[in-house]
């Protein structure tokens, strides 16, 4: 069941919101302020925020802001604001701490149940998206191919997980390739992820003993094109690891083109 942790000072509010919340099917942890409503996203990890802005202590700015500052495992929490408040500088200060929405009392539930709807249907699309990769990923690492229904591929995310050897991954790229994605889906399987922008840097890695288990290779580095620096790589070192190039999107656009022709 979907838990949402709702944070409102004002008991009857709180107490009304709730109801609408648990009819439609919610799990609906409360919490009369900021810090009861730290305390129980910590505890409860849960899937949505609904908070209001002006409280005793610390506000609902104050606590989005300790969230995305200090609290990085919160980071795809989606926030959704509900408060009287309706002054633009108040919702430019909400969105500029990363809020995802921002609604005015009084409650117009139905616009608030669409909201929350949305806001969790882009966070299981991304969520999607990223079991996705990490299937590709694994699949690539291990050879194991997906044994279940695609359906069901969180299931099998976290059997992977679950059942995984721990990995010693070097990531040779230059600065301009985003590999937050890459690293994201790595690490949350629970493998240490190295990155260096350039051969020499991997290479003398090698030469210190650095135990490789997956490489990864940019077309780019900061100091060889891939196909060069690979070579180098097998001939001098003779690796037995698994060693995958990376491509640009351009590139691959490129790639498959020539394979289409």
Do not use: W
């Not at 500052?69 to 980071?75: A, G, L, N």
């Not at 921002?102 to 709807?117: F, G, H, N, Q, S």
């Amino acid at each position: 069941m979907t838990t949402i942790v709702y944070i409102e000072d004002e008991h009857d509010i709180r107490e009304d919101v709730t109801d609408e919340l648990q009819e439609a099917g919610y799990r609906v942890v409360e919490a009369a302020n900021a810090q009861e409503g730290l305390a129980a996203i910590r505890a409860e990890k849960p899937d949505l925020v609904l908070c209001d802005i002006s409280m005793p202590g610390m506000s609902g700015l104050e606590l989005l802001s300790r969230l995305r500052d200090k609290e990085s495992r919160f980071d795809d929490l989606p926030f959704i604001f509900l408060s009287a408040l309706a002054d633009r500088n108040d919702i430019l200060a909400g969105k500029r701490l990363g809020a995802d929405d921002y609604l005015t009392k009084p409650v117009d539930m139905e616009l608030l149940l669409a909201t929350i709807e949305a806001r969790l249907g882009q966070i299981r699309r991304i969520e999607n998206k990223k079991n996705r990769q990490f299937v590709k990923l694994y699949t690539a690492l291990t050879g194991r191919k997906l044994p279940v229904d695609a359906s069901n591929i969180a299931d099998f995310v976290e059997e992977a997980k679950a059942d995984r050897p721990v990995l010693q991954v070097f990531i040779v790229a230059d600065g301009k390739m985003d590999l937050s994605s890459v690293r994201s889906i790595l690490e949350s399987g629970g493998h240490a992820v190295h990155i260096l922008k350039g051969g020499r840097d991997f290479m003398s890695r090698l030469d210190r003993g650095a135990a490789v288990d997956v490489v990864l290779v940019s077309y780019f580095t900061e100091d060889f094109a891939a196909p060069l620096l690979l070579k180098l790589i097998q001939d001098t070192y003779h690796l037995e690891c698994p060693v995958m190039l990376l491509l640009p999107d351009d590139l691959k656009k490129t790639v498959r083109e020539e394979q289409k022709s």
